[in-house]
């Protein structure tokens, strides 16, 4: 993830267009009779704003009446349109609650210490009701807001691993959790009326009381007292389906369009000298034709039919780039492919000019493509349309759905007419073996190859450098997103506003996130006929993806870590493992470490450090291979004295 400081002043200097949109279309309630005064959606999210629909594959839907969402400063709506074919709120949703009173923060556990959440006489419980039991989570309060100046400081709750699909959940906060003044949270308005059991029946709560009367048995049986309730509420989440679902029919789509890619144009072949470039033979620059799904050429939304399915229109051209390393001069014959995936704000051909010498040492020939809706030349879009608009945030979504697809395409014409293409050949012999592929990314690159690896029927093991999931998650963590927290301020000044917008706009992530995507890898998708081996590298102290995001996709997949680790994460236990999915752990100790909190961490040298590393490369070049096996590659000695070690870097050394 580069470029966040150029990103600025282009942020800050941008202006909202377009003028006030329509309300939502139907009203089903008003806002949520457990809302604090001056709020609507809030605790969130809440059963309240579900309602039976029969053609979901739930059974339910989500709707946001008239007025509850948001609105940015010029009063412009957040259409309820853009989350209203949800069946449930998303599994990775974080949890928002907001007391007038504050609360003390001190009750609040730290991550490390984030086990004790899920044990009894914990003040705050997380309950699948499903089961029955508790639900371990990390809870904080929102330091970007100040109750000092009069700003809503929101209590988050954020599940350790993605919750259940389809699952109803329960949350239950006590009255052994004390407000800003040290004082026992207590019971108000209509649900305090429920606790003493004087709810009126013309109250708007009574219309889900009998869903509170069976969280409270739910709670009862862990130990948990009606009277000894502050607040307590439910939600159901979503089908797989919600999430996954899109991006399937999209690549079904486009593979039965391009079942060996389609057309392409080579634009440029640089063959630098080995002076000037002792690791790249040939840089090739070019463009692919692939399935479009967009509504226009120029960036959009996806176009969708009535029933809210995407359409594949006219195949468009977009940007290419591929290395061949100068070790293939002294190969014995083709070397394998590579699918590379870039970072953030990045672009392919920029990350493969970055990371020729890696190509070099692992002798593979890397092709790529542009995420797009994250890409550098996205940089635009954002600040001109996303963010003072949030309405328009299908403009990162529905374009990285598109980018999936266009790495599919690619992938496939990589696998065929690319590989014996002249401009592939060195000394008359192709370069690249298609039969031998795999992939790797870093930073975005890392967390979008979850998705690619889960979505792909062709590329069955790869290599995800410093990756993460959950984006609600990370936006506020990471450094690269410091600036665009700056513009929201802008447009959004409400901080609860702004915890909301981050939160609804996970069910969009959704359908690219790799939190719904990387259960696929061990259950293959529809259409994908193996499961997956991959390695996933994270980087202690990452300040652009933080490592809570990293770790929730750890829990969510059941990594096992490779031992020994450097240090223990909750959740994931350790162990010799020499294939499936992988966890290592890499630490260069960097400086300054990242706050604790939901705020954007300062830069350090820890993101960009491990793919450097020759353990990490020895690592990647000992997996990518058909018979491939994962190596602890760190530790001391050599040879039949080498003992494994954690993969630790002190200064200096």
């Not at 966040?4 to 202006?15: E, H, W």
């Not at 609507?40 to 029969?54: I, V």
């Not at 009894?120 to 970007?144: H, Q, Y």
């Not at 997956?532 to 809570?548: H, R, T, Y």
Request: proline letters at 9%; one cysteine or more.
């Amino acid at each position: 993830m580069r470029r966040a400081l150029a990103l600025v002043a282009l942020l800050i200097a941008s202006t909202a267009c377009g003028g006030p949109q329509k309300a939502p279309a139907h009203v089903v309630r008003g806002c949520s009779p457990l809302a604090p005064a001056g709020t609507c959606l809030l605790p969130f999210p809440d059963s309240w704003f579900e309602q039976a629909d029969a053609k979901s594959d739930t059974g339910r839907r989500v709707i946001f009446p008239d007025g509850t969402l948001p609105a940015n400063t010029k009063g412009v709506l957040l259409r309820e349109a853009a989350f209203g074919t949800l069946d449930g709120y998303s599994p990775a949703t974080p949890i928002i609650v907001w007391f007038p009173q504050g609360v003390d923060r001190s009750a609040l556990p730290s991550l490390a210490d984030s086990a004790r959440t899920a044990q009894a006489g914990f003040p705050i419980a997380l309950v699948d009701l499903t089961t029955d039991k508790r639900v371990a989570f990390f809870a904080e309060l929102d330091l970007n807001a100040d109750p000092a100046q009069g700003e809503k400081q929101a209590l988050l709750i954020h599940p350790l691993s993605r919750l259940e699909n389809d699952t109803r959940y329960a949350v239950a906060i006590t009255t052994a959790l004390h407000d800003a003044q040290g004082k026992p949270l207590a019971p108000s308005g209509a649900f305090a009326q429920w606790v003493q059991g004087s709810l009126p029946s013309s109250s708007p709560l009574a219309e889900i009381s009998d869903r509170l009367d069976q969280d409270q048995t739910a709670f009862q049986k862990l130990g948990i007292a009606k009277k000894d309730l502050a607040l307590a509420f439910d939600f159901d989440t979503a089908s797989d389906a919600q999430a996954t679902g899109r991006l399937v029919a999209m690549r079904d789509q486009a593979l039965a369009a391009a079942p060996h890619g389609l057309g392409y144009t080579i634009d440029s072949k640089t063959e630098p000298t080995p002076d000037a470039d002792p690791d790249a033979l040939r840089i090739i620059d070019g463009h692919f034709l692939a399935p479009n799904f967009e509504v226009g050429k120029d960036p959009s939304l996806l176009d969708l039919d009535r029933n809210g399915n995407p359409v594949m229109t006219r195949a468009q051209p977009f940007p290419f780039t591929a290395v061949i390393p100068r070790c293939v001069q002294n190969a014995s014959g083709p070397v394998p492919l590579l699918i590379l995936g870039h970072g953030l704000f990045d672009t392919a051909h920029s990350e493969l000019m970055d990371d020729r010498n890696l190509l070099n040492q692992l002798c593979m020939v890397a092709i790529g493509t542009d995420w797009l809706g994250v890409a550098q030349y996205d940089f635009t879009t954002i600040a001109s349309k996303v963010l003072p608009d949030v309405n328009d945030f299908g403009l990162i979504t529905d374009r990285l759905l598109q980018a999936h697809v266009n790495f599919q395409v690619l992938t496939r014409l990589a696998m065929n007419a690319l590989a014996s293409d002249p401009a592939f050949a060195v000394d008359g012999r192709p370069s690249y073996d298609p039969s031998r592929r795999y992939y790797w990314g870093a930073s975005n690159g890392g967390i979008q190859g979850t998705t690619y690896l889960a979505l792909s029927p062709d590329i069955e093991r790869g290599v995800l450098n410093v990756p993460g999931a959950e984006w609600s998650t990370m936006i506020w963590r990471s450094s690269d997103f410091g600036a665009a927290l700056l513009v929201l301020d802008q447009y959004y000044p409400d901080k609860l506003d702004q915890q909301l917008l981050v939160a609804l706009s996970q069910s969009l992530w959704d359908r690219s996130d790799p939190i719904e995507f990387s259960p696929h890898l061990a259950h293959p998708l529809p259409g994908v006929p193996m499961k997956k081996e991959a390695i996933f590298q994270e980087s202690l102290g990452d300040a652009q993806v933080p490592n809570l995001a990293t770790d929730i996709e750890m829990r969510t997949i059941g990594a096992v870590g490779l031992a020994p680790l450097s240090q223990p994460v909750f959740g994931i236990s350790s162990g010799s493992p020499t294939g499936g999915i992988v966890y290592t752990q890499w630490n260069v100790y960097p400086t300054p470490l990242p706050p604790s909190g939901d705020v954007p961490a300062a830069n350090n040298p820890a993101h960009d450090a491990v793919r450097r590393l020759p353990q990490a490369i020895a690592q990647t070049a000992d997996f990518l291979e058909p018979d491939g096996k994962v190596v602890q590659t760190c530790g001391s000695g050599e040879g039949s004295d080498f003992v494994p070690g954690p993969c630790t870097f002190p200064p200096g050394n």
